[in-house]
């Protein structure tokens, strides 16, 4: 796909567009991208290089992980929308499948499978596959983690552990999400974000922070804890995902990086949320055939 500079025009994104682009993904029930969460967009705006819209159709202009310049509509798609938006960059982005449908064969869609969303059934994550069932059990049996939704004094617990999970995975803070989860526990509140707290023997050690999605699903954006105990993880999800009252969870993309592919496959996710890269079919492409 042609790598297009990015937007121009329109204003960076900030905390002061949180009210009306949450207007604008509220109105779109369907949506259950991790995309589709203000508090997503902002802690990745820098990344992204994203910038909102408000003509001809409210929009987000910004560039995917490997470079292509592309437009999030925040306005249902239609082939007019479609055609209007897609004339100020090198795709739409991201499309759901049944928005690709609607469009026709007019339209040119791929995705690129690091930047699919796994999407857990709840009862099913907070079963756990019997491997990590038995892990978190055998924590369980040891240390008696205690896991507390919605602390009031996030901050103050949420830092050391932050702190150590990046000591203990040996990198940089440029080289992990660290700045960006550290600016979601600052912002948490402003933000929307329900956080989670596992705690051992009054210590803590592992946190999570989420958001709902326009579909009725949670995304968790961050989740960080020691390595001291290999089974908190499964178990911080297993314990949130019975007692956070959503349907669905949904834990983002991979990246292509192959410890969070492996980790987040073992958690038998129900289903890949494919995202779309839409643009017009050039005249000389042919149209895929109809299944």
């Known amino acids: 796909m042609e790598h297009f500079p990015a937007t121009r025009g329109g204003e960076a994104l900030s905390l002061g567009h949180r009210r009306e682009i949450n207007a604008h993904l509220a109105a779109l029930p369907e949506l259950a991208f991790s995309e589709a969460s203000f508090a ?44 209007a938006l897609s004339g100020r960059t090198a795709c739409l982005y991201p499309v759901a499948e049944q ?19 796994y999407l857990f059934d709840a009862r099913t994550l907070a079963a756990l596959p019997k491997e990590r069932r038995r892990q978190a059990r055998k924590l369980e049996q040891l240390f008696a983690p205690e896991l507390t939704i919605g602390v009031p004094n996030f901050t103050e617990m949420a830092v050391p552990i ?22 979601a526990i600052e912002h948490g509140e402003t933000l929307g974000l329900i956080n989670a707290v596992a705690s051992i023997a ?32 499964p178990w911080m999800f297993s314990q949130f995902a019975s007692r956070c009252g959503r ?5 983002e993309q991979d990246l292509g990086l192959p410890g969070l592919r492996q980790a987040k496959r073992a958690l038998d996710p129900l289903r890949m949320l494919h995202k779309y890269r839409v643009r017009p079919r050039p005249p000389d492409e042919a149209a895929p055939p109809v299944p």
Do not use: Q
């Open 247 to 251: 349907p669905r969870l949904n834990f």
């Open 99 to 117: 928005d690709v449908a609607a469009l026709g064969a007019g339209w040119h869609a791929e995705f690129v499978a690091e930047d699919s969303d």
């Open 202 to 233: 009054g210590e803590s050690c592992g946190f999570l922070l989420a958001s709902p999605l326009p579909d009725g699903s949670m995304a968790v954006h961050f989740a960080k804890a020691t390595r001291i105990f290999p089974a908190l993880y």
């Open 40 to 83: 997503n967009l902002f802690l990745f705006r820098g990344v992204h290089r994203y910038r909102f819209h408000r003509e001809p159709w409210p929009h987000i202009s910004g560039v995917t992980y490997d470079g292509v310049a592309h437009v999030m509509p925040l306005v249902a798609l239609s082939p007019t929308r479609a055609e």
């Open 162 to 183: 932050l702190d150590l999970w990046l000591a203990e995975v040996g990198k940089s803070s440029e080289a992990t999400d660290y700045d960006n989860c550290r600016e």
